[in-house]
């Protein structure tokens, strides 16, 4: 009797659950793909908005100047007239400029991901007086604007010396804390076991960082490196003031030269930026898949 009653008690709720999950498995199945036709559709409609821009940029830049304002704006011209881009072979050094952005954002972003790690793992593990104080001041720096240091940052070049030089394009860079902060903040997160059993076997803090931090913090160098690259790539303001030779410009000045003219060609400056985008379309290509590894290695390392 005990054994039927305990059947009778424990059945009803049983069945009752299971109706549940049946109904609630109806619905979901009821929703589902009106909830994925709905989903596909701010997709697409994303996906137009970000890409359509784009296309008329590329659509611009095969045009003749008298075909760039008719109405209604052809977005396919019948005709493909590519002398805009042989403007830039032929009347101005663009492989030069092409030499100069990309060597000045690889030297950028490969030193201060390096002198990052190393101040990030001093901040993160090594005590010493003030160290607190100056992260905070280190910090602050990031809330003076960029515009307010300009003037007396171009003095402090011209007095070393360094106008119309790579110095005057690398160096300013890479005193930007941001990757302080972020190198910082992935170091201290680490367990420190490692660490305090390499001190006790007599092993120097350089040797510490570069046997055991360095392999565990590749994932924050990598997503470091690649925000590094694409913010030198795109730097216009610093070259503008900095550079004035022709053949020191870089990708965005010598573009942006193109504009300092009588009549303004935009079939001229679109081709130049559809040309400017190949190298850090293939950089983001090559690097995507090892910046998406290193993001979420970063985000699931505990």
Do not use: C
Not at 277 to 301: C, D, E, H, Y
């Amino acid at each position: 009797m005990v054994r039927h009653r305990g059947n009778e008690n424990t059945n009803p709720f049983t069945f009752r659950q299971s109706m549940r999950r049946i109904f609630a498995m109806r619905r979901g199945s009821e929703a589902g793909p009106f909830l994925t036709f709905i989903s596909y559709v701010f997709a697409i409609i994303a996906f137009l908005i970000a890409v359509l821009p784009f296309f008329y940029i590329v659509s611009t830049s095969i045009k003749r100047s008298k075909f760039l304002f008719e109405y209604p704006p052809q977005w396919i011209p019948k005709t493909l007239f590519w002398g805009n881009f042989l403007h830039y072979f032929e009347k101005t050094p663009f492989l030069r400029w092409t030499f100069n952005t990309l060597f000045v954002a690889l030297a950028v972003t490969l030193v201060k991901v390096l002198i990052d790690s190393m101040a990030g793992y001093a901040f993160a593990k090594i005590q010493f007086p003030g160290k607190n104080l100056l992260f905070i001041a280190v910090i602050a720096t990031l809330m003076i604007p960029f515009s307010a240091i300009l003037i007396p940052l171009w003095f402090e070049v011209r007095a070393m010396g360094f106008l119309n030089t790579y110095w005057a394009l690398i160096l300013p860079p890479l005193a930007n804390p941001l990757g302080i902060f972020l190198m910082r903040s992935f170091i201290e997160s680490l367990p420190s076991d490692l660490e305090n059993a390499a001190r006790l076997d007599g092993t120097s803090e350089f040797g510490i960082y570069a046997t055991i931090i360095l392999p565990l913090v590749r994932p924050a160098m990598v997503v470091l490196g690649i925000l590094t690259f694409n913010l030198q790539y795109i730097s216009l303001l610093w070259p503008l003031s900095t550079v004035t030779r022709n053949e020191m410009l870089v990708l965005t000045t010598g573009i942006a030269t193109q504009r300092a003219r009588t009549i303004v060609d935009y079939g001229i400056l679109t081709a130049g930026a559809v040309m400017a985008m190949i190298p850090i379309t293939i950089f983001f290509l090559l690097m995507q898949r090892q910046f998406i590894a290193s993001s979420l290695a970063g985000a699931l390392k505990q």
